[in-house]
């Protein structure tokens, strides 16, 4: 019989620290020298993803997030949300009553939700918008960009992507509503349907359904530029795509080209196409191989990791993606498919659409 607690035998304090709560899995590491090495292994410095979220009763949230070291799924307490989209490791909630908040779940549960949560305007506060007063303002945002983690600056910018007309708003600590991004032709086409916006190298840059490479900046005299139009060899690559991505990977803009297919009323991914985009000299490159990176996109803040020797869960020059239909790894060698088969498929639409399946970039 064990003399005291820390004497308890390490494979039955493995065994328990299986079954906690990641917050109480913090807490039981912090115990002594004993419990902390013999608790199962996390990793944090990994992608996790977020599960779709099926369950519309709740009033509290139990959101479960799964590691993809461990391939572990734990379960972690988030503000009740109609909607979530993440960026930089944080999550943007969108709830019932249009209200927005930030936080990131992962440092949340290691300080047992002591970690403030940022709130932000009512979606429906929106300077220079004329959308109507009864619009489901949540069910319009599709994407959510952080120039740069709230943990590690104070000066940070957010931006969000409305749907279908693609218009931009942004928010900056201190501002009482979103701000919307204006052109000054408000026939001028070039913000229709923005698909994807990355802060890279200092600034946003986002790309539209017409695969224009644009810039925006909210505190310059010329708040939207169109940087670089798709070159005429890769036209038709773009036109049949029905999703573009940016993506930085080792320095490097990435474009990414989703191609999925419509048949017997299921809609799937089919392929990807990876071209690196050099803003200095105009020039776009199609690339048959990423190398020792991974992406991950979908419905999150598109990002790469590098991939080393070590990290035998995710696989170099792989594209890992999340869909409105499926979900899976794409691998740029050979163009193979790997579906996540515990996805949902169902077309018609998946119940998770409010909340999707996210990726969480590694952040703490």
């Known amino acids: 019989m064990a003399a005291s607690w820390a004497d308890l035998p390490p494979e039955l304090l493995e065994l328990c620290s299986r079954q906690l709560l990641l917050e109480d899995w913090f807490a039981f590491r912090s115990v002594c020298s004993t419990w902390r090495a013999a608790a199962f292994k996390e990793r944090f410095d990994f992608p996790w993803l977020m599960l779709a979220d099926e369950d519309k009763s709740a009033e509290s ?47 949340r549960a ?12 009512s979606v429906n506060k929106i300077s220079g918008s004329d959308y109507d007063e009864g619009s489901d303002y949540d069910e319009l945002v599709v ?19 409305y749907w279908p007309s693609g218009p931009l708003c942004y928010w900056k600590p201190g501002n009482e509503e979103w701000k ?5 032709d408000p026939l001028d086409p070039v913000l229709e349907n923005v698909l994807d916006v990355i802060h890279y190298q200092g600034q946003f840059i986002g790309v539209n359904s017409f695969g224009s490479i644009l810039r925006f ?19 038709d690559l773009i036109k049949f795509c029905v999703d573009l991505y940016l993506v930085e990977s080792a320095g490097r803009l990435l474009l990414v080209s989703h191609f999925r297919l419509l048949e017997d009323s299921k809609d799937y991914t089919t392929g990807f196409k990876v071209f690196a985009v050099d803003l200095d000299t105009r020039q776009w490159t199609e690339l048959e191989s990423i190398g020792n990176a991974c992406l991950f996109v979908g419905f999150n803040s598109s990002f ?27 691998y740029m060698e050979d163009g193979r498919i790997e579906f996540d088969k515990k996805a949902d498929y169902n077309p018609h639409p998946p119940l998770w659409i409010d909340s999707p399946p996210l990726w969480i970039e590694p952040s703490f």
């Open 110 to 121: 290691a300080t047992r939700y002591r970690d403030d949560i940022i709130v932000l305007p």
């Open 180 to 184: 919307l991004l204006t052109l000054p």
């Open 304 to 330: 790469s990791v590098h991939v080393d020797e070590n990290q035998h869960s995710i696989k170099p020059n792989c594209i890992y993606f999340t869909g409105c239909c499926d979900m899976g790894t794409y």
């Open 143 to 161: 994407k959510f960009i952080l120039s740069a983690s709230p943990a590690s600056s104070p000066n940070y910018t957010v931006m969000v992507i």
């Open 61 to 107: 949230r139990w959101a479960e997030f799964r590691c993809l070291f461990t391939l572990r799924i734990h379960r972690v307490l988030l503000p009740e949300a109609k909607s979530c989209l993440s960026s930089r490791g944080w999550i943007l909630t969108i709830g019932k009553d249009s209200e927005m908040h930030m936080l990131n779940p992962l440092s």
């Open 217 to 235: 900046d909210p505190d310059g005299p010329d708040p939207i530029e169109v940087l670089l139009e798709r070159p005429q060899e890769f036209r």
